[in-house]
């Protein structure tokens, strides 16, 4: 967890199919929660 003032990691994500966004760009306006599903797009 992080907390006020900590640094995030120079990364990125995709919000939708063909948008990238780095995490400095979705924590502009503020906190954030983020989820991660591992095979989502799958057939499997």
Known sequence: MLRVGDKVIAASVWTAPHERRTLDELLVEGAALFFFY??????T
């Open 38 to 43: 591992l095979f989502d797009w799958s057939a």
